[in-house]
């Protein structure tokens, strides 16, 4: 059930990696298409076409960390699920899903510049506040990691123990 | 590695197969095989007193540790 709803979130974040992908191109390749969409920023339209751009950006480059931490997650629910999740594998999945958060992270904070700066420039709201949340989990998951390192040894041991 | 599992030997002078002695000890086969072939990281000592009681010896009966002779 987990499983099937992890699939189904990597699946919409591809999807929303094609739309990312295709606004980026219409972005470019039509500038006629969309200059009447970014009319209303007037003086700023310039500047918020080449925001959309870096936005755009940012977008695709967290579609590949999601994947990453979903892959992984995935992955470590069907090692559970088999009764011997104290594997180094794990540990070191823990350990990708923390850095790929990290990114995540960064590339949300890029983001929050540059919505600040839009804000800035044009007086409208841009929809970002920081958070400490995604800090913590980058935390806990990189001590996760570490646990479930020592809990594969612990396991071995014990398998090898008469 | 320096300590050696001479359970074989034990196992031939009480003219007993490990099948028997897994039997006797209750433990798996496959784990008292473990324990023979020193493949055994630790033993626990309730399997220690139970391969004693079984095949009546001591611990140093059947664990003997060998100093390594090129050690440097």
Known sequence: MVRILLIGMNLLNWALAAGFGALLV???AAPATVAPTFAKFGSHAAMMVRAGAATLGIGLVSVVAAHMILTRLTAMVDSVATGRPFTLANAD????????LLAFQLLD????VLAIRMSAATGRYFGWSPGIGGWLAVVLLLVLARVFRQG???QDEVEATV | MPLRVTLDEMLYQRRMTLTELADAVGITLANLSILKTGKAKAVRFSTLEAICAALDCQPGDILIYEREESAE
């Open chain 1, 26 to 28: 219409l972005l470019f």
């Open chain 1, 93 to 100: 999945r823990l350990r990708t899903m923390a850095w790929a």
């Open chain 1, 109 to 112: 904070l890029a983001y929050g």
């Open chain 1, 152 to 154: 594969a040894a612990m």
